[in-house]
């Protein structure tokens, strides 16, 4: 089976290699034309771009920041500044014939696919968080060119309900296996699927995220018919792709590259989400949504349903399965679907019984619906760099009988990381400040929670680093860098207390390296040193176990006596990060006696991933099945 692409063949055996800019200009013109002429020079046989129309693409209250996740955020924050306009993708596309080399571009919804038939491309890119919107590919079906298709954030489910969704319409297409993490951890890539893949549908090619090339010469080994990169000018630039882009090969990294192939090539039996792809198929995936404000007992049509970003409730797959089904609660116009919509109930709170003090996590947006269904101890505010700038007043009524727990945002504006133990000055001093915004505020939240006189703040501290982690010898002056930073905090009235960390952390889908509040000993020895207590994480803790081969429940008994906040979630592997309680490797019968004995007085919140999802389905559960052993 071949594809014809301008006047390529694909799947003959030479790689179609494709220069993936999509908005790696960073919303410039004459830079994606500089990108277009470098890409060419390079040996593309073509370049890429993306194009979205925002109100088709997300969900109104999406685009408006009205209570979204904080991944989302960042992504339409980026998207708005780095789009570039429909003329200047005609202008590009007119340039790419000039310069002969084709033009394609990914459509993210079918507004898009419009302009672009208008424009006249070869082919359609189909991007991974659309491989299961099958609406949209319908209507690329329609447009009778051939498709390639990335299968990250999907299941191997998922990738068989497409093709097979495909092939009775008769489509021409080709599958690209994907990590959809940037840049991606080897240990996640999973090369040998493309070998399970090619048994699904005879075209397979790679799109890589991974930092450097020597994969993707391996999946050209394996026999990709496609190969499709990322390209920037700068790995330094802002945006999310940029740091898993590339620039030139280095073959001098040949003998590593190996190595880097023995990681990567995986089991190749069943596709597994990585804790990254979760994040970007929450963020950039697609639900199904109400279409407008539905009532309890209405049957549902099609009428009823739309798709829109992110991708937090029922896939667009279930979308035949919902028809037909008497809705058993009240909708809001554009509130997602939810698994429990295929059921004739959801989950509700009740009245937990703990030995100690428990909460669930909050944001403003979401703090009066959940203080109407449940009364817990206490209430932590996690807040996102945008949150920072609302008013309490509209949002808390009070005051409240219970306490008071502020989580800091993980980035501030212009979407860079907390960092307080950075050696880059100008980037901790912009750190502190934002910090101490996150003090001021929760000094101002302490009216509406009378009860809780030194509300503590759950801190990310930084110290992370891109590329690789830092070696021994560097570990002291970064503790040593946070401990000037805590020094020229004004933390009067509250306390800053950091989470154990795991040696893997997610910013936007991507991975980094921890180099501080990982390692017990290290912990124990700044915790004494500079008289902290800790938020000790259980789900990053019992991670950093695994990769560093560290008895998870002596880690748990030496950490406990510091620890006066726990979040509690399950974990498994190297990035199986915020399970759902028993649906990882953590006994919690066992950690629950260790807790009891080091740190009876601690509390706690439910951390589960998407854990407030569907009215705190995740939270109701956990608590659920935590009653008994905490």
């Known amino acids: 089976?071949?594809?014809?692409?301008?006047?390529?063949?694909?799947?003959?055996?030479?790689?179609?290699?494709?220069?993936?800019?999509?908005?790696?200009?960073?919303?410039?013109?004459?830079?994606?034309?500089?990108?277009?002429?470098?890409?060419?020079?390079?040996?593309?046989?073509?370049?890429?771009?993306?194009?979205?129309?925002?109100?088709?693409?997300?969900?109104?209250?999406?685009?408006?920041?009205?209570?979204?996740d904080l991944g989302t955020e960042y992504v339409i924050d980026l998207l708005n500044r780095f789009e570039l306009n429909v003329g200047q993708h005609r202008l590009l596309a007119a340039y790419c014939a000039q310069a002969g080399i084709p033009y394609m571009c990914t459509p993210w919804d079918g507004k898009s696919v419009d302009v672009l038939e208008d424009i006249g491309v070869p082919a359609y890119k189909v991007a991974s968080a659309d491989l299961t919107n099958l609406p949209l590919l319908d209507r690329l079906v329609q447009t009778g060119k051939p498709l390639i298709l990335s299968t990250g954030m999907s299941t191997t489910e998922e990738v068989e309900i497409t093709v097979a969704f495909l092939n009775k319409r008769g489509s021409k297409f080709a599958l690209l296996h994907c990590n959809s993490t940037y840049p991606a951890p080897l240990h996640d890539i999973n090369l040998k699927w493309?070998?399970?893949?090619?048994?699904?549908?005879?075209?397979?090619?790679?799109?890589?995220?991974?930092?450097?090339?020597?994969?993707?010469?391996?999946?050209?080994?394996?026999?990709?018919?496609?190969?499709?990169?990322?390209?920037?000018?700068?790995?330094?630039?802002?945006?999310?792709?940029?740091?898993?882009?590339?620039?030139?090969?280095?073959?001098?990294?040949?003998?590593?590259?190996?190595?880097?192939?023995?990681?990567?090539?995986?089991?190749?039996?069943?596709?597994?989400?990585?804790?990254?792809?979760?994040?970007?198929?929450?963020?950039?995936?697609?639900?199904?949504?109400?279409?407008?404000?539905?009532?309890?007992?209405?049957?549902?049509?099609?009428?009823?349903?739309?798709?829109?970003?992110?991708?937090?409730?029922?896939?667009?797959?279930?979308?035949?399965?919902l028809l037909g089904r008497t809705l058993c609660r009240d909708m809001g116009e554009e509130d997602f679907f939810f698994p429990t919509d295929l059921q004739d109930a959801r989950i509700e709170p009740r009245n937990y019984r703990f030995t100690r003090p428990w909460g669930i996590p909050v944001r403003y947006h979401d703090f009066r619906e959940y203080a109407a269904r449940i009364q817990p101890d206490l209430w932590e505010f996690h807040l996102s760099y945008s949150d920072m700038d609302l008013d309490p007043d509209e949002y808390l009524d009070g005051p409240y009988q219970a306490g008071l727990v502020v989580h800091a945002p993980e980035l501030f504006?212009?979407?860079?990381?907390?960092?307080?133990?950075?050696?880059?000055?100008?980037?901790?001093?912009?750190?502190?400040?934002?910090?101490?915004?996150?003090?001021?505020?929760?000094?101002?939240?302490?009216?509406?929670?009378?009860?809780?006189?030194?509300?503590?703040?759950?801190?990310?501290i930084g110290g992370f680093t891109m590329d690789a982690?830092?070696?021994?010898?560097?570990?002291?002056?970064?503790?040593?860098?946070?401990?000037?930073?805590?020094?020229?905090?004004?933390?009067?009235?509250?306390?800053?207390?950091?989470?154990?960390?795991?040696?893997?952390?997610?910013?936007?889908?991507?991975?980094?390296?921890?180099?501080?509040?990982?390692?017990?000993?290290?912990?124990?020895?700044?915790?004494?040193?500079?008289?902290?207590?800790?938020?000790?994480?259980?789900?990053?803790?019992?991670?950093?176990?695994?990769?560093?081969?560290?008895?998870?429940?002596?880690?748990?008994?030496?950490?406990?006596?510091?620890?006066?906040?726990?979040?509690?979630?399950?974990?498994?592997?190297?990035?199986?990060?915020?399970?759902?309680?028993?649906?990882?490797?953590?006994?919690?019968?066992?950690l629950g006696g260790i807790l009891q004995k080091g740190c009876p007085d601690a509390t706690f919140i439910p951390e589960i991933w998407q854990g407030h999802k569907n009215g705190g389905e995740g939270?109701?559960?956990?608590l659920e099945r935590l009653e008994g052993v905490l």
């Not at 071949?2 to 790689?15: L, P």
């Not at 930073?485 to 997610?506: C, K, N």
Request: hydrophobic share 40%.
């Open 194 to 321: 493309m070998l399970a893949l090619r048994q699904t549908h005879p075209l397979v090619g790679y799109s890589g995220h991974e930092r450097g090339i020597n994969v993707s010469l391996a999946a050209a080994a394996l026999g990709a018919c496609i190969i499709e990169r990322h390209f920037t000018l700068d790995r330094t630039m802002e945006g999310p792709d940029h740091a898993a882009s590339l620039t030139q090969s280095e073959f001098a990294r040949m003998v590593e590259g190996v190595r880097e192939i023995e990681q990567a090539l995986g089991e190749g039996k069943l596709r597994h989400l990585s804790q990254g792809e979760m994040i970007n198929r929450e963020n950039l995936g697609k639900s199904l949504v109400a279409s407008k404000a539905l009532s309890k007992g209405t049957v549902l049509r099609s009428e009823h349903i739309k798709v829109r970003s992110p991708g937090q409730g029922l896939s667009p797959q279930k979308y035949e399965a």
């Open 469 to 590: 982690p830092l070696p021994a010898s560097a570990i002291r002056g970064y503790y040593e860098r946070f401990a000037e930073s805590l020094g020229e905090l004004d933390l009067e009235g509250v306390e800053l207390i950091p989470q154990t960390m795991a040696p893997f952390p997610w910013h936007f889908g991507g991975q980094r390296y921890q180099n501080i509040f990982v390692k017990v000993d290290e912990i124990v020895d700044w915790c004494n040193k500079l008289k902290l207590r800790m938020c000790f994480d259980i789900s990053h803790t019992r991670l950093t176990c695994n990769h560093f081969g560290v008895d998870f429940y002596e880690f748990a008994e030496k950490i406990a006596p510091f620890s006066s906040h726990l979040h509690l979630g399950d974990a498994r592997g190297l990035n199986g990060e915020g399970l759902q309680v028993g649906e990882g490797e953590i006994d919690f019968a066992r």
């Open 1 to 68: 089976m071949t594809i014809k692409i301008d006047h390529f063949d694909v799947g003959v055996g030479r790689a179609f290699v494709i220069a993936e800019i999509g908005n790696n200009h960073n919303g410039s013109f004459e830079r994606a034309i500089e990108m277009v002429d470098k890409a060419r020079a390079a040996g593309a046989d073509c370049v890429k771009f993306q194009m979205r129309h925002l109100d088709q693409v997300y969900r109104q209250r999406s685009l408006s920041k009205s209570g979204d």
């Open 619 to 622: 939270f109701w559960v956990a």
């Open 413 to 460: 504006s212009g979407s860079r990381l907390m960092d307080l133990a950075t050696p880059d000055d100008t980037y901790r001093n912009e750190s502190i400040r934002e910090t101490q915004r996150v003090i001021n505020i929760a000094r101002n939240l302490k009216r509406y929670f009378p009860n809780t006189m030194r509300p503590p703040i759950v801190a990310n």
